[in-house]
């Protein structure tokens, strides 16, 4: 008895030390994962100009980045991109969230001899490279007169392409018992009657994970942009005026000011990421869960 | 080998029986996608040559209203009485008509050579001088209104097929006796039985107009020589078949001497950064989930935070960080560990492993938020029995965790795999292919396949030899993924559950 006892006493000591070492490792994982992100926030309040110093913590501190960033009319007009792409986002993430729905539903739920052909299609066509046909895109827009514009180019496009990402909420539609479309058909429903009074009150976590996902991608979205976009700052979204504030010509004088927009942009998009995570787990998993 | 020979042999022998499966399947999957491909296109004429049968025992059975639609259409509904649906094909077949004739079949008829008339100074026999001739033919223009008369065709011909499959149908309503659907009826039944046929619409079209369209014309220019020295509008293009293959696949240029390499990369990078990324992913998920650790959630938050931040702000810092002169390296050189800076970005084996090492940064945190998840629903008294049985941490790791960690992320791990090979954020932002050098075109020691692309499409404007590398990464990406994916249980149940 007094053997067991002993054996238990020394596994538990053991568990401890070894908790400890833990503890201190993830404590050194999560300092290394959170300093870049502090080292920004305080470069953004950093006085002292310049892209590089010598010293991690700032001499003194300023809000003179953010109002000039934001306020003061320069070259680069922040707030002008905020705007563009807050507006890009808003259509496109209504545009995309009903094509999004409508495709997946379809996929999902109803049967029609096209079904199956459509969605290989549909994974033949993501293993292109994604860049590979935006010249081509370019040169259809400028055929359809639009290149003038080029934040109705984004948002047309980003609402067009969304129709292939279908495949998170195919997943969740997929989940949803059948038996609950078949007895409203028996009452006399229609298929569209199902859709917008059964199954989308049951879908509001796909539709939120939709939404925000469709919101956040203009925001985060670099190299389209940058093709359609062109020399014009004032028709920039952030992501294209943020890494063109990096440029060498730049860097010297806005690098503080690029701190202070990473900022502003980071925390309503790192929220809403926030937000996000909990369905974006479900649904990278869920597909899987029950195969 | 019988898998009871499996488990007698030592660990690191059944890692190598590991591995060597592992290229016998993709050797098996290259095999099947050879063999598979004739089979799909064999299908498809099969397809094809049952529609033809279709049509002609239908103008062998219709009566003689179906027969005249064949050439007007719309005419066995008009006929019948459904007048504006025989209306909208009557239409439909006017407008193709008239678009072809005024400009769809020399669209169409451009496709051939793709321009002949090349701007500049020609000898004009008339006049005995040279003369300069302003307008060119412009063969990249030839060729998108050849494939969007092409398109037009195709959805006509679809239209055509459906119209003969409508007047059939109200002829065979017609001698049932029953009554025939007005248009109404035909408006209501896109709400029900049709219904997929409303949803779908609209994304199909942007699809095909965004997706679809753009593609085909792409890899139409991977068998042309637009490249820098064929430039629109001053040169033309044509059709050179595959020799943009035989030259980016061969080793007798600078071309063909950069893909490899560059190949050789992208796949290291990909298999690098996705299984590193998940194996160290699923060890801090455990540590943190671990029993007896405290602030489990704010380690979580921590972590998760890191990610919150758009992906090409903290690329952008990050860059800054590991610069010749940023933190990093100033520290370093403060505390005197070393007497010069790092070459994080300007050596190549170094700029490898930083990104390697950045990409890190970024990818823990999801696959901890992934498998965190996961780690909750493995039941505890699986462990326990372990346990019990005395079965070492590491053993439960490899016996328990890891089989039911390997079971639901099999899929987000292909997914992985294939972003990583198209990943252009992580080198862009962080070097952007830099160290160049000499020996590569267009390209630098980090470049990936896909960024190599970019900078031949806006830098080089060699769009043809673009467009070859974007098929050639469409290949390697469908081979690594749609046989592995097709083969999953969530694609071949997919009702399992409904």
Redesign the interface.
């Known amino acids: 008895m007094r053997e067991i006892r002993k054996h238990s006493y020394s596994y538990h000591r053991k568990q401890r030390t070894i908790n400890i070492v833990i503890q201190i490792v993830l404590l050194i994982l999560g300092l290394m994962w959170i300093l870049p992100l502090l080292w920004i926030i305080l470069t953004s309040f950093r006085a002292e100009p310049g892209s590089y110093t010598s010293y991690f913590w700032p001499k003194s501190f300023t809000l003179d980045n953010y109002s000039k960033l934001i306020l003061v009319d320069q070259q680069f007009k922040f707030t002008k991109w905020f705007i563009n792409t807050f507006i890009v986002a808003v259509v496109s993430c209504i545009g995309s969230t009903f094509i999004v729905l409508a495709v997946s539903y379809a996929l999902s739920r109803l049967r029609f001899k096209m079904r199956k052909p459509m969605m290989n299609i549909a994974l033949i066509l993501g293993m292109f490279p994604g860049f590979m046909s935006m010249v081509a895109i370019y040169y259809i827009l400028k055929g359809l007169g639009l290149t003038e514009n080029p934040l109705v180019c984004l948002t047309l496009v980003y609402i067009c392409g969304s129709g292939l990402t279908y495949y998170i909420a195919k997943g969740f539609f997929d989940t949803i018992p059948k038996s609950l479309d078949e007895s409203a058909y028996l009452d006399g429903a229609t298929r569209s009657q199902v859709f917008f009074r059964i199954t989308i009150p049951l879908s509001k976590p796909i539709i939120v994970y939709t939404v925000l996902t469709t919101f956040m991608a203009p925001w985060v979205d670099y190299i389209f942009p940058s093709m359609i976009c062109g020399a014009n700052y004032d028709s920039y979204t952030v992501a294209l005026g943020m890494f063109k504030m990096l440029e060498r010509e730049f860097i010297g004088t806005y690098y503080t000011q690029f701190a202070a927009a990473a900022v502003l942009v980071s925390i309503p998009i790192g929220a809403l990421f926030i937000v996000m995570q909990k369905y974006y787990v479900g649904g990278v998993t869920g597909g899987a869960v029950k195969g | 080998m019988t898998s009871l020979d499996f488990y007698a042999l030592p660990w690191y022998k059944k890692i190598l029986v590991k591995i060597a499966e592992f290229f016998v399947a993709i050797g098996k999957g290259v095999a099947n996608f050879v063999i598979g491909a004739p089979g799909a296109v064999w299908r498809f004429i099969k397809m094809i040559g049952r529609g033809l049968r279709w049509l002609g025992s239908t103008f062998v059975h219709g009566d003689a209203l179906t027969k005249l639609s064949y050439i007007i259409m719309g005419a066995g509904n008009l006929f019948r009485g459904q007048i504006i649906k025989g209306l909208i094909f009557l239409s439909a077949e006017v407008a193709y008509i008239g678009f072809m004739i005024d400009s769809g079949l020399g669209f169409i008829a451009g496709l051939r050579n793709l321009g002949t008339v090349q701007r500049g100074w020609y000898f004009d026999e008339t006049l005995g001088i040279d003369v300069m001739r302003e307008n060119g033919d412009n063969s ?1 223009l030839i060729l ?1 209104y050849g494939i969007f008369a092409l398109f037009v065709t195709l959805a006509f011909i679809f239209m055509w097929v459906h119209n003969i499959k409508s007047a059939y149908s109200a002829q065979q309503i017609k001698k049932s006796g029953r009554k025939l659907p007005g248009f109404v009826d035909d408006l209501k039944s896109l ?3 049709q ?2 046929k ?3 619409f ?3 079209s ?2 095909v ?7 085909v ?2 890899i139409s220019l991977a068998f042309t020589n637009y490249d820098k020295d064929h430039q629109v509008p001053a040169n033309l293009f044509t059709w050179i078949e595959f020799d943009n293959f035989k030259t980016i696949l061969g080793s007798n240029s600078t071309i063909g001497n950069t893909f490899w390499p560059v190949l050789g990369w992208t796949l290291v990078w990909a298999f690098l950064a996705t299984f590193l990324n998940y194996f160290l992913g699923i060890i ?1 998920a455990m ?2 989930n ?1 029993k ?3 602030f489990k959630s704010f ?1 979580r938050t ?13 690329l ?6 590991f ?1 010749e ?3 990093v390296n ?2 370093l050189q ?1 505390l005197g560990w070393i007497s010069s800076p790092l070459p994080f970005f300007t050596d190549p084996m170094w700029a490898r492993m930083t990104i390697i090492a950045v990409n890190l ?1 970024i990818g823990i ?1 999801y696959t901890m ?2 498998v965190s ?2 780690l909750m629903n493995i039941p505890d008294d699986l462990y326990e029995a372990a346990r019990i049985d005395g079965a070492s941490p590491f053993v439960m790791f490899r016996k328990i965790t890891m089989p039911y960690v390997l ?6 791990l292909i997914t992985q795999l ?1 972003g990583n090979i ?1 990943n ?2 992580v080198i ?2 962080l070097t952007g292919g830099t160290p160049a050098t000499l020996d590569y075109y267009q390209a630098g020691k980090t470049d990936l ?2 960024t190599w ?2 900078k031949l ?2 830098n080089s404007r060699d ?1 043809s030899y ?2 070859t590398i ?1 098929i050639l ?2 290949i390697i ?2 081979l690594l ?2 046989i592995t ?1 097709r083969r ?3 694609y ?7």
């Open positions: 990249m998108l709400l029900d039985g219904f997929h409303t949803l779908l609209i994304p199909v942007g699809i107009v965004f997706t679809i369209v753009p593609l014309y792409m801090l540590l943190i671990k007896g650790i405290k380690y921590l972590f998760v935070l890191a990610i919150a931040v758009p992906q090409f702000v903290s952008l810092v990050m860059k800054n960080v610069a002169a940023g933190p100033v520290l403060e940064w945190p938020l992934i998840g996961i079971f639901v992320t099999t899929p987000y294939v198209n252009f954020n862009y932002f396949l896909v692309l970019y499409t806006v769009y673009a467009a974007g990464v469409f990406c469908s993924s749609l994916f999953s249980a969530s071949k149940n997919e009702e399992a559950f409904q």
